[in-house]
């Protein structure tokens, strides 16, 4: 039982290459997160997938696309790095009330 | 609007002494609060969470957070800090309610360091 694993965990860009950070879990969860943590500001949501075939918008979505491809996984695209995408990135699922949280993909856009 | 704040950026100890690490919400609706702590370069795990039922809620690593409806907090707390202690501590609250159903809002996280 794995959990959640995210892939790459470490990625370098330039600006306005794009990217997709890749999220898969093996908990049969429904519901998927991605956030970005950035020094002092905690962790802030991006996008959220209640379900399969569901995603919305958190807190930062621009700059963002998601895909929720099937029950395990939910992917994250870049379509245009920017230095101020530079952060670490977390994909997370949730049980009840608990999420469950990747080991993270640290980014950065040069 | 829903919001978390926790009261001091980095908190350092000795070890051995009491890890006091402080957490206030805002929320409409009662709220359900976590801690997670962060090790560095690893992703958040779970230390305690507080539902509904009793107010003192004990978690791993003998870390243990009591909620305060009336001063709206849940702090953290640990009666003697270990060097494996060292770490960051995010106090989170999940939406119950309204448009942010299921959304965890983070605070901006405690750095602890514990001394030798």
């Known amino acids: 039982n794995a959990g959640v694993t995210q892939t790459p965990k470490f990625q370098v860009l330039k600006t306005g290459q794009s990217m997709t950070l890749q999220c898969a879990q093996d908990?049969?969860?429904?519901?998927m997160y991605w956030y970005r943590q950035d020094p002092g500001m905690g962790l802030r949501l991006i996008y959220y997938?209640?379900?399969?075939?569901?995603?919305d918008k958190g807190e930062v979505p621009n700059g963002y696309n998601v895909s929720r491809l099937n029950k395990r996984e939910f992917s994250l695209r870049l379509e245009s790095a920017a230095p101020s995408q530079t952060s670490v990135y977390f994909c997370?699922?949730?049980?009840?009330?608990?999420?469950?949280f990747g080991p993270g993909t640290r980014l950065t856009v040069t | 609007a829903q919001s978390v704040t926790q009261l001091g950026s980095h908190v350092s100890v000795s070890e051995g002494a009491l890890v006091l690490l402080r957490c206030n919400y805002s929320s409409s609706v009662p709220p359900y609060l976590f801690w997670y702590v962060q090790y560095p370069n690893q992703g958040l795990q779970l230390l305690l969470k507080?539902?509904?039922?009793?107010?003192l809620v004990k978690g791993i690593n003998g870390f243990e957070a009591e909620f305060k409806k009336s001063e709206t907090s849940f702090h953290l707390t640990k009666p003697s800090a270990h060097m494996s202690d060292a770490a960051e501590y995010f106090c989170?609250?999940?939406?119950?309610?309204?448009?942010?159903?299921?959304?965890?809002?983070f605070g901006q996280g405690t750095i602890l360091t514990v001394h030798p």
């Open positions: 507080y539902t509904t039922g009793a107010t």
């Open positions: 997938s209640a379900s399969e075939g569901t995603t």
């Open positions: 997370a699922s949730k049980w009840v009330y608990e999420q469950y």
């Open positions: 989170t609250m999940l939406n119950a309610g309204g448009t942010s159903y299921g959304k965890l809002t």
């Open positions: 908990m049969n969860h429904n519901s």
